[in-house]
């Protein structure tokens, strides 16, 4: 049974930065696309950054490119997301995803494309 179980949300302020870490087990993932998701209250889930395999090429939004990083550690099958210069709008439930194959670049924001999911975990912004 494949799991993504995230860690390393919490309360930030402005400027500050949290680094988020999504562990998975079940199967590995090194030659798959793995990706960031969040949903702020009241909208829809949208895409932060996708990684397409270990140590491959990387995509952002553009809202938080500059500011965030996506990387994975494959020998403990583990994705993280580096943030800095939070603002308040990065406020959000942060998922972990993880798709079955690599991904496209048309793809890779797509959420439907990724079949394991983790729970989340709030991140919270204030001023």
């Known amino acids: 049974q494949v799991q993504l179980v995230e860690s390393g949300g919490g309360w930030v302020q402005t400027g500050g930065s949290l680094r988020l870490s999504c562990a998975a087990s079940?199967?590995?993932?090194?030659?798959?696309?793995m990706a960031w998701f969040r949903q702020a209250p009241g909208k829809e889930r949208e895409f932060v950054a996708d990684?397409?395999?270990?140590?491959?090429?990387?995509d952002y939004a553009e809202s938080v490119k500059g500011r965030f990083t996506i990387s994975r550690d494959s020998a403990k099958n583990t994705v993280f997301l580096q943030m800095s210069s939070l603002q308040l709008e990065d406020t959000a439930v942060y998922y972990c995803?993880?798709?079955?194959?690599?991904?496209?670049?048309?793809?890779?924001?797509?959420?439907?494309?990724?079949?394991?999911w983790g729970q989340g975990t709030q991140v919270t912004v204030s001023s």
């Open positions: 995803a993880a798709a079955p194959i690599i991904l496209s670049r048309y793809l890779y924001a797509t959420s439907a494309k990724y079949d394991y």
């Open positions: 079940g199967r590995t993932f090194s030659s798959s696309t």
């Open positions: 990684q397409s395999w270990s140590d491959g090429p990387t």
